[in-house]
């Protein structure tokens, strides 16, 4: 595998002092020849993980069409499939794996299939050498680092006939005006950094990421206000931890500066996420409380509610320094809505810190939340921690947990019936265009009907039925909203 470049562990882990990323502003510069490489063939891009997968699957889709290639829905029509991964459990993996196995069979049919893999699973340093043993179906790997490269690694393939495989381990530099297909006309995600530093002891994507490198706030600003007056009504800022924004620049803001920034643009909605409890500051709280654009819904990924776990995951907050955060939260912010991220079964969990995290949920009554069973990743400092708990135990602690998760989701949603929100529309029921599904302000999905509304219309919509995971309503735009 000589002139594969596949990734090192003790690469990805290194972190530099004043590290910043240059800012390259033309990666992306396709030769004549890779301009027309894909004339007359089809892609197919399948995303696995969270917003920042989301968000470099929007980059890969714009440089395959920017190379000639059409975007096709029906995957078993494709010339290239490109599975987008992500790692941050094994069951997330586990999908990749049993794809590539079904792509097998594609690749019999046509010899002339281009199979990649990209994301977070082709920085682990083991998974990709597996995949590159295992499955020689693959003819294509890169990693997070290194999209831009897309089009050399593509035409080496379809002119020499041979396999590509590049994945770095240290992170690159900061990529701007990457080409672009986004996927939805009225809400877009807009990276604000890339990479974490935190390194909880659980996760993989210090790992797989790499150190972070926030994006000049111009640049993002530039970005939000091109997408507005483009139409766009709703900017969700991401990035693995937003809090920390800018600490890696030494331009003298942070995200509360960029929240605020934004807001000025005058974007109708503006979200992010996520934010790490541990540095979420009182100027962030303001912003969110005052600005009447950025949305009143906060996720607050908990972890757990035992002070002894959270240490041991490295999340550095106490569980009296999350629910002073929570108290001020909901009692500065009107009609918040808060949902977090919890995990079960941490090495060595015993039942009663399982109950504290069961006591934490009693006190924020979260109005939704993910739940998890403790997924050991490689590299990871957990996974190789003492584990003497059963999966069994595991499995009906997750149960318990989901059942009370729920009752609060199913309470906060019942409380909706009768009253009128703002809803964005989403999306339209293929068989009866009467039939609509959106968000509220407060990220609450609901279901309802609507003679007049269109996608990426924000309409008032009296919620009749408020249930465990969503809400149903009416459109009552022609009444006032009495709600918010
Ligand atoms: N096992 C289980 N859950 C995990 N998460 C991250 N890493 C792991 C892991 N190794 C969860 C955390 C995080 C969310 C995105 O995924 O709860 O907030
Ligand atoms: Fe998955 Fe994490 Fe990578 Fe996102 S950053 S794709 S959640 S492993």
């Known amino acids: 595998m000589s002139e594969f470049l596949l ?43 969270c917003q920042a997968n989301v968000r470099d699957g929007e980059v890969i889709c714009g440089i395959l069409e920017e190379m000639g290639f059409t975007a096709t829905e029906e995957m078993s029509m494709a010339d290239l499939i490109i599975l987008n991964t992500c790692a941050i459990r094994e069951n997330a993996e586990n999908k990749v794996v049993g794809e590539l196995g079904y792509l097998q069979s594609y690749k019999r049919r046509n010899p002339n299939l281009i199979v990649g893999m990209c994301g977070c699973m082709a920085q682990e340093p083991q998974m990709a050498r597996k995949i590159v043993e295992k499955y020689p179906i693959v003819d294509l790997m890169f990693g997070t680092h290194n999209i831009y490269r ?9 002119k020499n006939d ?25 809400k877009a995600f807009v990276n604000i950094m890339d990479g974490c530093d935190k390194f909880c002891t659980y996760c993989i994507v210090p790992y797989t990421r790499g150190q972070q490198r926030s994006r000049l706030m111009q640049d993002v600003l530039d970005e939000c206000r091109q997408l507005t007056e483009n139409g766009y009504r709703e900017i969700t800022l991401i990035g693995q931890n937003v809090n920390a924004y800018g600490k890696d620049l030494d331009e003298g803001y942070d995200f509360a500066d960029l929240l605020n920034r934004v807001a000025d643009i005058g974007t109708e909605r503006i979200r992010f996420t996520t934010s790490h409890p541990w540095d979420f500051t009182d100027a962030m709280v303001d912003a969110i409380a005052q600005r009447e654009n950025i949305m009143p819904f906060i996720h607050l990924p908990l972890q757990s509610g035992n002070d002894e776990i959270l240490k041991k995951m490295g ?24 949902s977090t991220d919890i995990i079960v079964g941490f090495p060595n969990e015993t039942h009663e810190q399982f109950i504290d995290t069961l006591k934490v949920v009693d006190y924020c009554r979260y109005d939704n939340a993910y739940s998890f069973i403790f997924s050991p990743r490689e590299s990871t400092p957990a996974a190789r921690m003492e584990d003497r708990v059963p999966i069994e135990e595991k499995k009906e602690r997750l149960a318990l947990l989901n059942q009370k998760l729920g009752e609060y989701s199913k309470m906060h949603n019942k409380q909706c019936e009768g009253k009128v929100f703002d809803v964005l529309i989403d999306g339209v029921s293929k068989t009866d265009s009467t039939v609509m599904c959106g968000y509220t302000r407060q990220q609450k999905l609901v279901n309802f009907r609507s003679e007049k509304g269109r996608v990426g219309d924000i309409i008032n919509v009296r919620i009749t039925e408020g249930m465990k995971n969503s809400l149903n309503g009416v459109d009552v735009s022609d009444e006032r909203a009495d709600n918010e």
Do not use: F, W
């Open 7 to 49: 990734p090192n562990e003790k690469d990805a882990r290194v972190r530099s002092r004043n590290y910043r990323g240059e800012i390259i502003r033309d990666a992306v510069r396709l030769t004549e020849s890779q301009k027309i490489l894909g004339n007359g063939l089809s892609y197919c891009v399948n995303t696995y993980g």
């Open 150 to 158: 897309l089009p050399a690694l593509l035409e080496n393939i379809m």
């Open 162 to 186: 041979v396999r590509s495989i590049e994945v770095l381990s240290r992170q690159g530099n900061i990529y701007e005006g990457l080409p672009t297909i986004r996927s939805s006309r009225h």
């Open 315 to 338: 999340r550095r907050y106490t569980r009296e320094q999350y629910l002073e955060l929570y108290d001020k939260i909901v009692s500065r912010v009107k009609d918040v809505a808060v």
